[in-house]
């Protein structure tokens, strides 16, 4: 056998392994990518493993919304994800890319702005820190700089806090979580905000996505999420602001917040959930910024279960064809960003998010039917998703926000979130009706009419947040909301504890004892194989690794190796000669 | 004694046939495959030298707006960023990046000169062989894993060494770091991390490999005949390179820090990882807070507004000029080396 021929063998051989391969890559959705949001990051990154366990290949680039908005505007990405919009009062005004094609905006997850800390008390870590706004406002701008400043110590009676300096860890990119928090502390804290744009030499009445950290001795600006994240493990007296997933991915404990209700409360799924029925949407369908939130209603919500720094998290999609994203592209976004909106929901509350509810799910659907190129298989499933929630009896995408038979407006997350014990029974009572499920939304999809009434939001007028005030009985003594209406027979019960929950893998709902039909669920569900193909055995990518470890190793090894080889040759020709 | 001059050449030369003295012209025939190699050869070497020129115009014209919105003595001597209020300037992050630079050079160069020096002449036979690899494999890493490793990895454990350096030579105000109080009983690492110290460690094992490699080729063109030379006079190993290696590598060691010094100025995703960017004039290089031009224009594009961008093109523009002129003066060294002039002499 000839060299040559090896060659030609070896050649042939590989082509065949690959040949093998091509089928694994299922239907005919061709690779996209995105970049933004390191905020929602985890939540994207959840979905890209699982569309990649389909076969389908999305990228996603944790870049921070500033860049993610940016390389969308310049048709480097097929979408974006981002906090805030482009446009508006919310958006960044010193942020003027634009995209020059036409977008939509839908909302994909929703969460709170954590604050994860790194503190020792005593021997061991503190974990039970409580911050009220008001002290939260006051680190961020730099006037509190000691972790036992009487402010701290307010909060956190009987604990030893450290004589140490805070370190406040912000990012150094530009971040929508940045924006976010800017914004919040613009709305809620104005004197505090002008103090630390008067040190640092920022706008004062305007948010901003890059924090200001000029002449701030104990702030550290690090990059990303992650960044900041690992910096806060990493070191002593440290707190940060990000999504609530960091902090819980690592094991960290996040302050407890006080809310304007006077309890305090994590960024559970439920809080936000909770907080959330007050995000204000917008709702006029011609506007650039449509389904974006407005959040000045949310921070002084006086619910005692809400978390007040709630948002949701956007992805920007072209919806006509653009130099970046044709019809081809058009679909395999569509199939992304319908399977987030869908099955995607249901792993939200493991990871530290929160699902979205079902009024939301279907409106951002409808803007996705805007994105060129959507195939109809994914229409289909949009379509089959819209009618199971006008139907009812069918679980919807499985949406643990979601109840067969009720309106979509209503939030079950709602219903379901716990009290804190403190709250007796007058402090509940305002809160355990149908009403204050209700989520704000697009009216146009609420399907069931049964329930409709029974969705008349509560008449909550907003005071200014409380930041006294003893935690039990304040959510009482404030503006009571009335419930409506007792609610309905046949929804599950008015308990703050509601009993029905879905299987997220089978898709099974229970209601108390009784099993929901099971059968039905599996119509819409397409079942999310969560173990990788061949994983029991040897199997294709098994194959596929090799390959690549081999070709690496070959990539590494064969310059020095042919390099000393005919180094050698030359030598045994020079001494021959 | 002319005419003794005259009279002697005149044989040789003749002068009515003084048309014949003119040089043979030299007629070169190129075959096919030489004409291919210099167009090749000669397009090439067009192009590199035609991008380069591009990207230093397309800078220049992009930051010519900034420039002139404030005046390019103001542009050079601004401390701070802020394009949205016309205050902005590379004073600080050109100072930032030189100093981040200079550790990593004060780091990387004498271990590149010893790794270098052990390859050629201590190490023998397979250990040099898997010496020279690896030096190569490590030019290989990406720099986006050493700063990763820098951040995640260095950072955590060098923090104490830093806080060491500063409580005993803090009386140098190089290594003063303000705000820390060391009798405090609190393990507080905060003020120690992210600085100019680290992102320069970090650097230098980037700049290692560069530096090596060209440090090794100089120092193996040392002639064999002065290195027996020096041992047949009784010269200790040592002394042999001292007296041999050493002055006639001169040019290498100096071109190859060079090099890696215009690698380290141009560095950005590893120190964008760990520092804590600042925009003020500071020298306490284990104090927290750093920056340097190219990881600033990675943190601030995505800052979109036209101006603010054509500041970064200002920016990003001093860097191209001032890496540049490193790097010329590198090429120009070793090329001077590579003559064996320092040796012939």
Redesign the interface.
Known sequence: MTRSARIAGMVAALCLIFAGLAPAQAANYIRIGGSGSSWAGNALQDWVSRVGAQGVTVDYES??S??G??EFADSMKQFAVSEIPYTGDTADP????RPNFKYSMLPVVAGGTAYMYNLRAGSGRLDTLKLSQKAIAKIFTGQVTKWNDKIIAADNPGVAL????I?VVVR???SGATAQFTLWLLRQFPSDYAKLCQVT?C?PNSAT??FP???L???????GSQ?VT??TA?????INYDEYSYARGIDFPVAQVKNAAGFYTLPTEHAVAVALTQAKINQNPKSLNYLSQDLTKVYGYLDPRSYPMSAYSYMVVPTETTDALNEAQGATLGYFANYALCEGQRSMGQLGYSPLPMNLVLAAMDQLRKVPGVDKATLAKMDQTAASVKKGGTPACNNPTFKPGDSPALNQLVRSAPFDAACDAGCRAPWTGEGAAENQGPGSTGANKGNEAAGAKPAVKQPKPRTQGAPAGAGGSGATPVAEQAPAAGTVGTTAEGTTSCDADTGACTAGAAVASAGTGTQLLTPVSTTIAGSNGWGQTQMLLVVIGGLLLVL?LAP?LLA?ELEARRAARRDSA | MSTFASATLTPERPADEADLAKPRTLRNTYTGSDHAFRGITFTGGIIVLAIMLLVGAFLASNGIQAVNEVGLGKFLTTANWAPESNDFGIAAVLLGTVQIAAVALLVAMPLALGTSLFITEVAGGWLRKVLTSMVDLLAAVPSVVFGLWGAYMLQPNIVDFSKWISVWFGWIPLFQVDGVDPASPLRDTVPFTASTFIAGLVVAMMIVPIQTSIMTESFRRAPVGEREGAFALGATRWGMIRTVVLPFGKGGIIGGTMLGLGRALGETIAIYLIISPVFEIKFHILEKGANSIAAMIALKYSESNEFAMSALMAAGFSLFLMTMVVNFTASAIIAKSRSGADSEG
């Open positions: 870049k921070g500033s860049t908005r940016k010193k942020d003027n890319s450290p004589d140490g300096t370190n150094s990119d530009g030499g706008d996505s890059f950290t000029k002449g001795k104990n702030f550290v600006a690090q990059n960044g690992t910096y990493n070191n002593l007296y440290t590494v020095p000393r």
